[in-house]
């Protein structure tokens, strides 16, 4: 990732170990440093960079959490069978204590 590459919008793996960062306002200090404002997942933060303390970041683009992309060709049937299934695995999930 390139210095430059760190502006207000942008989606950033690296910054925190709390997550993916969304930056929200950034500072230069001269050519050579940055001041960063972002959150992760709702909290805010700040980080002070200098030019190279930026290698091991990488640029995420923004997705969606989850897809609904299935084929929409269902019919009552189906549909009931696609919601028994999904109750059967959360059910699963909670008795190993994950949701």
Same mark, same amino acid.
């Given at each position: 990732m390139e210095?430059?590459?760190l502006q207000p919008g942008a989606h950033v /793996?690296?910054?925190?170990t709390g997550g993916i960062a969304e930056i929200i306002q950034v500072r230069?200090?001269?050519?050579? &440093?940055?001041?960063l404002l972002f959150r992760v997942n709702g909290?805010?933060?700040? /980080?002070?960079l200098y030019r190279g303390?930026?290698?091991p970041f990488e640029l995420v683009q923004p997705g969606?959490?989850? &897809?609904?992309? &299935?084929?929409?060709g269902f019919d009552a049937e189906d549909v009931s069978v696609v919601r028994d299934n999904a109750t059967q695995l959360k059910l699963k999930f909670k008795s190993t204590g994950f949701e």
């Open positions: 210095f430059g590459q /793996r690296g910054l925190d230069s200090f001269g050519p050579d &440093a940055l001041n909290k805010i933060g700040e /980080r002070l303390d930026e290698i969606r959490a989850y &897809a609904f992309d &299935a084929d929409g």
